[in-house]
């Protein structure tokens, strides 16, 4: 299968025997334009049939794994409501994509992991973070709700009480601190975040293939019970795209200020 021709925003190599690495790259920061937030709701069916895959390594290009979703796509989704629902069934692909596939999947956090960006990296089976890497869910500081994977996953990964403090206030987390926290898997030194996590992904891909699946299937059922949850915080989080408090969330981002909400 040809992934490159299929999927051009992204890279994909095999760094070790079973492992195939998927990059993330592009736009400042890796955020995710239209195409990369596409390709991402959509790749994963189709690894499902690349032959001699036992695990996954995700990681960004340049030492950043990714800030989110770009202006760009923002302004395509607000231009039109057919790219809002493709937006929304994407966003939605983008964090069930990588829980469903029957493969172990890590991810190389460094830098920034934020949004969207954040979503994919936490919907990984591993985190590996540097300890130094920040972790923002950053939804409500743009004014819409905090949808895509934020009630799906912070509950169950760190407990209601904190999720609510680091949703809601959009507190950033380090890498040290999400580990504390039980959010990420390992944290690291900030450069051994890639060496680790692909000893991971190698030790994962010599593992019993089936055993793995099996295992990973049975343990995402967690979060299966709490798919109505998802869905109505996404579709929360979509309506709000079309209300004031984006206007201003946007404002406050381009112009590098706190948002001052009406």
Do not use: C, Q
């Not at 999947?105 to 990296?121: C, F, K, M, N, R």
């Not at 004014?143 to 904190?162: E, Q």
């Not at 692909?198 to 293939?209: F, M, N, Q, Y």
Request: proline fraction near 5%; hydrophobic fraction near 50%; charged fraction near 25%.
């Amino acid at each position: 299968m040809d992934l490159h021709g299929r999927y051009p925003s992204l890279d994909f190599a095999w760094p070790r025997p079973g492992v195939l690495e998927i990059t993330l790259k592009g736009e400042r920061l890796n955020a995710l334009g239209p195409e990369a937030h596409r390709d991402l709701a959509r790749v994963w069916r189709d690894l499902e049939e690349v032959e001699g895959l036992r695990a996954v390594l995700l990681r960004g290009e340049g030492g950043v794994f990714s800030a989110g979703g770009s202006f760009a796509l923002i302004e395509e989704m607000r231009a039109s409501p057919e790219a809002l629902m493709r937006v929304f069934w994407e966003a939605r692909e983008l964090v069930l994509g990588p829980l469903n596939l029957s493969r172990p999947v890590v991810a190389a956090v460094e830098g920034v992991a934020v949004g969207a960006g954040l979503a994919l990296a936490l919907a990984a089976d591993v985190v590996v973070a540097g300890k130094r890497a920040r972790l923002l869910d950053g939804h409500l500081r743009l004014g819409v709700a905090a949808g895509d994977h934020a009630v799906l996953l912070w509950p169950l990964l760190v407990g209601m009480a904190k999720a609510k403090y680091h949703l809601f206030l959009n507190e950033p987390l380090t890498g040290e601190e999400a580990e504390r926290l039980g959010l990420v898997a390992l944290a690291v030194e900030d450069g051994k975040v890639y060496e680790k996590a692909l000893e991971v992904a190698e030790r994962l891909a010599r593992g019993p293939k089936e055993a793995l699946a099996h295992t990973k299937r049975a343990l995402h059922h967690w979060y299966r019970t709490f798919l109505p949850h998802f869905e109505l915080s996404l579709a929360l989080e979509f309506l709000g795209f079309s209300g004031r408090e984006l206007e201003e969330g946007l404002r406050a981002l381009k112009e590098k200020r706190p948002p001052n909400f009406p």
